[in-house]
Structure formats: structure tokens, C-alpha cells
């Protein structure tokens, strides 16, 4: 599947790069790949790990962390600050995350624009109690939730000192409010407001665009028509505040499509991202891969592929790298 070209507009966006400058490609470092990485040290830009994984003041984990870092630079991805709850912050949350960040110095730190944390009453007399639901919720994409994301964004780069990195969301239900605005409004206000930088996550655009196609009942071409959705997605956002490109595969359950992070990556993202690299030029890129991991080298042949399409961008005319 190809890519639509970008209009004149789109690609007057497009910083222009060269091999020796393009941004670097990584892969998503996950327990059963430490001792064979760290024994090959493959050539990555980056690797990235989870946040929370890491949080444990010493131990074997750390130790890992510690060793990659010194040869990879690392990025850092949470999943559980839910920069969108509320109720804040939670204290501890990101006091372990601020030492995480002093102890390894990494390149990039990220997270979702989702909530997770809550006040709940279990009994009609006792005290709310703060309560995290451990997943990535959607939230309305409304003037209250932006002042609420705003807010809570602020505070951890104020502590953190360095702009944070904000994810978009694969949600599988959204909020009917007569205030909301388009998510690509909703994100360039959020990084017009607070400073941060957006985490672009091609996958999620493409699995949001196939079950928006599927609720609707219309779900004819649908591949075609979700890729073309996420493309004007990411025509639509400030090409400036876009740090980090995320690619990873999904699930196709027939009746709704799952981000799960299981799969090499689709030749929709694929198509998204080949876009994306023609309208904005080349982004810092994860491989993201977290469940039914496969062999290292599947993720280093996903990796070589990012990088082979950012180095056709680079060279419109060069023949499209072989998959």
C-alpha cells in the first residue's frame, strides 16, 4: 500500500534531511531480549523501556538499565503518570520517575494524554479513596479535560525540568460532549499551552480510524480509508511539536481492531509513517513491541526498515526499500 502524496502545503513542512543527519531508529528493550542485547550491543539510535519498570531504587533491573545506557541512549516511556486524571498527580509516582530520570539522563521522557487515577467512595460513609485503574483511559477532548492535562503536564516538567513527550491514545469509545474539539485541535493547544512535545503513535491513528469505520457500519475499504484519516491526523498537527514516532503492530479481532503490540508492523502504518516522513521530514522512531515478543532480529528487521524509508524520504527518487 503507498502512501497519498503530501500537497505543496504539507510538504513545504518537511525539514529536510540526509543520512548522515537522519533522526535515530529504536526498539522497545523488554526483559527477554536483555542478555542477548547486551551481549550484541546491535547499532540503534535509541532504546526505549518502560518508566515503571525501573522504578526499584537498586536490583537487577537498574543494573540492566545502567549498562545499556552506557553504550544506547535511552528513552523513557511511562504508563501510569495519567496526565489527564483530575485528582493530579500522584506524589510518589513522580518523585520515583524525577530520580529515574536524574540516574539515567535520558534522551526523551513520555507519556499518554489518558487518566487512570480517580476518587472512589466504597461505601456511602467512608473516606474517597484514591484509586488507579491500570490502563490507558480516554479522556474527553474538552476545554475542562485540556485545562486538567495542562495543568498536570506542567507540574511534571516543572519537577522533571525538561518538556515532556504526550502521547496519542488508541481509545474504543469516546465522550459525546457538545464542547469537544477535533483531538488534533486538542493536541496542538496542549503543546501550544504547556511547552510539551507530542509522542505521535501511528498505530493508534490506524486502529482508531478502522474501528471508527466499523462502528459506523461502513466498513467498506476500510484499510484505504483508515489510512488516509490517519494521514490528515498528522497534517493536521504542528509538525514543530512532534518528538517521537511510534510504529508497532495490532490485532484484527473482526469485530474490533486491538493495539496490542504484538505483531510486526501493518503495511497501513507503514503507509502512514512513509507519509508522515514526506510532510513533517524524519522523527526520532520506535519499533514498539510488547506482547508475543518475538526473536531480536524481527525487531532489528522492523528497525532497518524505518530507517531504509527514512533514507527514501531523504531521496524521493531512490526505489522504495524492499520488504
Known amino acids: 500500500m503507498n502512501a497519498k502524496a503530501p500537497s505543496s502545503k504539507a510538504a513545504a513542512r518537511r525539514a529536510p534531511t540526509d543520512a548522515a543527519t537522519a533522526p535515530a531508529v529504536g526498539i522497545g528493550l523488554r526483559q527477554p531480549h536483555y542478555a542477548e542485547f547486551a551481549e550484541r550491543r546491535p547499532a540503534l539510535g535509541f532504546v526505549e523501556v518502560h518508566s515503571e519498570n525501573f522504578f526499584a531504587a537498586g536490583g537487577a533491573a537498574l543494573a540492566v538499565l545502567r549498562g545499556v545506557r552506557a553504550s544506547h541512549a535511552v528513552s523513557l516511556h511511562g504508563v501510569g503518570l495519567a496526565l489527564g486524571s483530575a485528582v493530579g498527580i500522584d506524589d510518589w509516582h513522580l518523585d520515583k520517575l524525577c530520580a529515574l530520570v536524574d540516574a539515567i539522563e535520558p534522551v526523551r521522557v513520555s507519556d499518554h494524554a489518558c487518566f487512570a487515577r480517580a476518587a472512589w467512595r466504597p461505601e456511602a460513609s467512608a473516606r474517597p479513596e484514591l484509586v488507579h485503574a491500570s490502563d490507558l483511559l480516554p479522556i474527553a477532548f474538552t476545554p475542562a479535560s485540556l485545562d486538567i492535562l495542562c495543568d498536570n503536564v506542567d507540574r511534571v516538567q516543572q519537577r522533571l525540568r525538561r518538556p515532556l513527550l504526550v502521547e496519542n491514545l488508541s481509545a474504543y469509545l469516546s465522550f459525546d460532549a457538545a464542547d469537544a474539539m477535533p483531538e488534533t485541535d486538542f493536541l496542538a493547544t496542549l503543546a501550544r499551552r ?130
Do not use: K
Not at 507530542?198 to 491513528?205: A, E, G, S, T, V
Not at 511539536?241 to 503495511?267: K, M, N, P, Q
Open 194 to 323: 504547556s511547552g510539551c512535545g507530542l509522542l505521535l503513535d501511528l498505530n493508534n491513528l490506524v486502529v482508531n480510524a478502522i474501528n471508527e469505520a466499523r462502528a459506523s457500519g461502513d466498513a467498506h475499504d476500510e484499510t484505504r480509508r483508515a489510512v488516509e484519516a490517519a494521514c490528515r491526523f498528522v497534517d493536521a498537527l504542528p509538525a514543530a511539536s512532534i518528538g517521537e514516532i511510534h510504529l508497532a503492530g495490532h490485532c484484527d479481532t473482526a469485530s474490533l481492531v486491538i493495539d496490542d503490540h504484538g505483531s510486526r508492523t501493518s503495511e497501513a502504518v507503514w503507509a502512514v509513517y512513509a507519509h508522515t516522513l514526506a510532510c513533517i521530514g524524519a522523527r526520532p522512531t520506535l519499533i514498539e513491541w510488547d506482547t508475543d515478543l518475538p526473536a531480536l532480529d524481527v525487531l532489528l528487521d522492523e528497525a532497518a526498515h524505518a530507517t531504509a524509508l527514512i533514507g527514501e524520504a531523504a531521496a524521493p527518487d531512490a526505489r522504495r526499500a524492499p520488504r
